[in-house]
């Protein structure tokens, strides 16, 4: 055996090479997602109306994440380990379908899976274990086939290799869009560079602060994987303080002013927002306007709106979203004629959780909006 032959990792069926059909992962590749879950799909089937033709061969992996924070990913093992100290690097051929319709996994309606997503690799040392993450392509936007270039540096050997799709991040709601892959290149030892894991992601987006690339155990929100969990979230303050000092879920049209007192928090489970957006939904609009009622109807009450965020994002992105949310409610009640002199309003960001940040339960309760009462003529 050769030097050069010795230095290379061939793995088996790199092109996704099998029968054309859903929710079967291909030859030699194991089905590394979610309990529940259907697996990847082998295309072009037909299937989720998917007819691009292969990039290399006949067929390749469609790959995709869905709006109720469940993504797709396969596995498998490599014929020599992926060693701590070398680096590597290799080529993927990547896009997006224009259509891969399915079913909603929140809505039980038809939907259109083509917001883009990226390709997320990691290493492990057992089936479907994500250790390290290792790489991470941009945003796949293209419709038409593109090789992407990674480098990598494990920090561990790993014998396993993981694949799976993942969302733009920051984002703070899931949803539904594709990644296929295709014509995965030998895996080669290259020359290291001293910024090697930079230059890695450089093509990246931001990532949420949960990710540490260069720790030797990744940080990451997955519910399926060894890893090593952020730090836990402040319990809810139902159980940490008085009752008379927070009121959850509160519905504005039902509270009575002997209910409340100065420096009481109101929290909201009942204002929306699109995905990455200070926009309201349309089914936040009964709240508000109960809000601008209430308002009118206690002319002697100033609040202070509170924004705050889940974990998936930076503390910039997580601030400035909280921010932004928590003053569009201002500016709404003030379009609807009450006294900006009554409202203030501050972006929290992520720092007071309620819950944990690794379940869809958890980061949905931390996303919300809170009204503090500033000043109140309770007597």
């Keep these: 055996m050769s030097q050069e032959s010795a230095e ?141 270039n990674f480098k990598l540096e494990p920090s561990k050997n790993y014998t396993f290799l993981i694949l799976e799709a993942y969302y733009k991040t920051p984002t703070l709601v899931p949803y539904n869009g594709n990644l296929l892959v295709d014509n995965f290149s030998d895996i080669k030892v290259s020359v290291c560079k001293e910024s090697s894991v930079q230059d890695n992601l450089a093509q990246a987006e931001k990532k949420p602060e949960m990710v540490v690339v260069k720790a030797e155990t990744i940080k990451v929100d997955n519910k399926d994987t060894n890893v090593v969990k952020p730090k836990e979230g ?3 303050a139902t159980v940490a303080t008085e009752p008379k000092d927070i009121i959850e879920n509160a519905s504005i049209s039902n509270l009575k002013r002997t209910d409340l007192k100065k420096g009481q928090t109101l929290r909201i489970d009942k204002i929306f927002f699109e995905m990455d957006k200070s926009i309201f939904t349309k089914e936040s609009y009964q709240f508000l306007n109960d809000l601008v009622d209430f308002m009118k ?59 944990s940040n690794e379940t869809v339960e958890g980061r949905r309760k931390n996303q919300r909006v809170e009204l503090k009462i500033i000043s109140f003529n309770d007597n």
């Design 8 to 148: 290379v990792i061939q793995l088996i069926n790199p092109s996704f090479e099998d029968m054309p059909r859903h929710s079967k992962a291909p030859r030699a590749w194991s089905d590394c997602g979610f309990k529940g879950e259907s697996a990847p799909d082998i295309q072009p089937s037909g299937i989720f109306s998917v007819t691009k033709p292969a990039s290399n061969g006949n067929t390749y992996l469609g790959l995709v994440v869905r709006d109720n924070d469940t993504w797709e990913s396969v596995g498998q093992e490599l014929s020599k380990p992926l060693e701590k100290g070398k680096c590597y690097s290799f080529s993927i051929a990547l896009c997006r379908s224009e259509l891969y319709v399915s079913i909603s996994r929140l809505s039980d309606q038809t939907a259109n899976y083509t917001t883009p997503a990226k390709l997320r690799i990691y290493g492990g040392n057992s089936f479907c274990e994500r250790k390290e993450l290792l790489a991470e392509s941009p945003l796949i936007a293209n419709t038409r086939w593109q090789d992407y």
């Design 234 to 236: 402040t319990q809810s």
């Design 297 to 355: 109807e206690n002319p002697d009450i100033s609040i202070e709106v509170g924004g705050h965020s889940n974990g998936l994002c930076t503390d910039e992105y997580c601030f400035k979203i909280s921010t932004d949310r928590a003053k569009a409610v201002v500016d709404y009640l003030v379009s609807k004629s009450i006294s900006r002199s009554r409202l203030t309003y501050k972006g929290y960001g992520k720092k007071s959780p309620l819950a």
